[in-house]
């Protein structure tokens, strides 16, 4: 019985491993032919997973748009230059911006547990300048 126990521990733990889904995102002055950008605009994550937002270059944040993430989210805003991280807890779609860079279309989203449920609210955040051109078709491809 007590070898069956520690095999199933350490099942359990590779188990754990083997489904984490966490990400890693880098806040970028340029790829490729973009400026401002975040190397993926769109991630999808299970409850529990967290993402991480590297400050490969200098002049960048993260911060939820207020209206764009689930009930009950609160405010998220990481300093500059900064890697940060956030554990997704509730599911839903997250709206985020570089705050400086918003206007360039420094925007992106995470979509935790495939629930789509805010979408509405989503798609009635008034982004501006460069923004405003390229979320119509991120939104439509979440």
Sequence with gaps: MKSFTIIAFFLSILFTNANAADVTIEMLNKQGKETMVFS???????????????????????????GGVPEGVGKFKSKFNV?????????????????????????GFVVVGDDKSNLDAIKAIRFNAKSKKIAPDLI???
Excluded: Q
């Excluded at 769109?42 to 270059?57: C, E, Y």
């Design 40 to 66: 993926e605009k769109i991630v999808r994550v299970n409850v529990g997973d967290t993402v991480f937002w590297k400050a490969t270059t200098k002049g960048h944040n993260v911060e939820f748009i207020k």
């Design 83 to 107: 890697d940060t991280e956030y554990k997704f807890t509730i599911p839903g779609i997250y709206a985020y911006w570089c705050t400086p860079h918003k206007g360039m279309g420094m925007i």
């Design 140 to 142: 439509n491809s979440l």
